[in-house]
């Protein structure tokens, strides 16, 4: 089982919907859940953080935790073209230290 | 610009010749990384510096790759006999340190062992 779990993907939606990436972990020591975004030929960019139980949200973003289904999801609202990239899960384990990274959900915002 | 930054961005070598990769990090972030990645594959880890003291090596990273930190400022990650598998993105991040552990990667260097 890896580490961290996320569906590649591509996830489709209209411009417009809501965009919905899941991310799942294995490791119950995780504490500090991102999300970051990556264009194709580019380097990561995080887009959003979270460190307890439930939700938070930042512009057209929101981050959704339970730290009990060892769950971590991204919404996406009012999807746009440039929204369509890889999104990639990450998690450490409180220490401050590296990150595992899933391989990432593509998402495709069409027309 | 006051963003990780990478050099180069690109090299591209033949097998058996050595690398070397130079990362700086945001001026007041204490905390280094080093990821490689691959097509198709999320960032792996390989190491990181607390200031200039090397806190962790990945057991990815085989003995012909070292880096380092000197004065706890730039970093530079160095391979030595290059072989075709390590064609790859080397990623570098910084984060402020042990509150705040947000990374924020530079460009990357793609290297191509030929």
């Given at each position: 089982?890896?580490?961290?779990?996320?569906?590649?993907?591509?996830?489709?939606?209209?411009?417009?919907?809501?965009?919905?990436?899941?991310?799942?972990?294995?490791?119950?020591?995780?504490?500090?859940?991102?999300?970051?975004?990556?264009?194709?030929?580019?380097?990561?960019?995080?887009?959003?953080?979270?460190?307890?139980?439930?939700?938070?949200?930042?512009?057209?973003?929101?981050?959704?935790?339970?730290?009990?289904?060892?769950?971590?999801?991204?919404?996406?609202?009012?999807?746009?073209?440039?929204?369509?990239?890889?999104?990639?899960?990450?998690?450490?384990?409180?220490?401050?230290?590296?990150?595992?990274?899933?391989?990432?959900t593509r998402l495709q915002v069409t027309? | 610009?006051?963003?990780?930054?990478?050099?180069?961005?690109?090299?591209?070598?033949?097998?058996g010749q050595n690398v070397t990769f130079?990362?700086?990090?945001?001026?007041?972030h204490n905390r280094l990384y080093w990821?490689?990645?691959?097509?198709?594959?999320?960032?792996?880890?390989?190491?990181?510096?607390?200031?200039?003291?090397?806190?962790?090596?990945?057991?990815?990273?085989?003995?012909?790759?070292?880096?380092?930190?000197?004065?706890?400022?730039?970093?530079?990650?160095?391979?030595?006999?290059?072989?075709?598998?390590?064609?790859?993105?080397?990623?570098?991040?910084?984060?402020?340190?042990?509150?705040?552990?947000?990374?924020?990667?530079?460009?990357?260097?793609?290297?191509?062992?030929?």
């Amino acid at each position: 089982q890896k580490e961290v779990e996320q569906n590649s993907g591509p996830l489709s939606v209209p411009e417009g919907a809501i965009a919905s990436l899941n991310c799942t972990y294995s490791d119950r020591g995780s504490q500090s859940f991102f999300w970051y975004r990556q264009y194709s030929g580019k380097s990561p960019e995080l887009i959003m953080f979270i460190y307890s139980n439930g939700d938070k949200e930042d512009g057209r973003f929101t981050a959704q935790l339970n730290k009990a289904s060892q769950y971590v999801s991204l919404l996406i609202r009012d999807s746009q073209p440039s929204d369509s990239a890889t999104y990639l899960c990450a998690t450490d384990t409180g220490t401050a230290s590296k990150l595992t990274f899933g391989t990432g959900t593509r998402l495709q915002v069409t027309l | 610009d006051t963003g990780v930054s990478q050099d180069p961005r690109h090299k591209i070598t033949k097998r058996g010749q050595n690398v070397t990769f130079r990362c700086d990090p945001i001026s007041e972030h204490n905390r280094l990384y080093w990821y490689r990645q691959t097509l198709g594959q999320g960032p792996e880890f390989l190491t990181y510096f607390q200031n200039e003291a090397q806190l962790e090596k990945s057991r990815l990273l085989s003995d012909r790759f070292s880096a380092e930190r000197p004065k706890g400022s730039f970093s530079t990650l160095e391979i030595q006999r290059t072989e075709q598998g390590d064609s790859a993105m080397y990623l570098c991040a910084s984060s402020l340190g042990p509150a705040e552990n947000e990374q924020f990667f530079g460009p990357g260097t793609r290297l191509t062992v030929l």
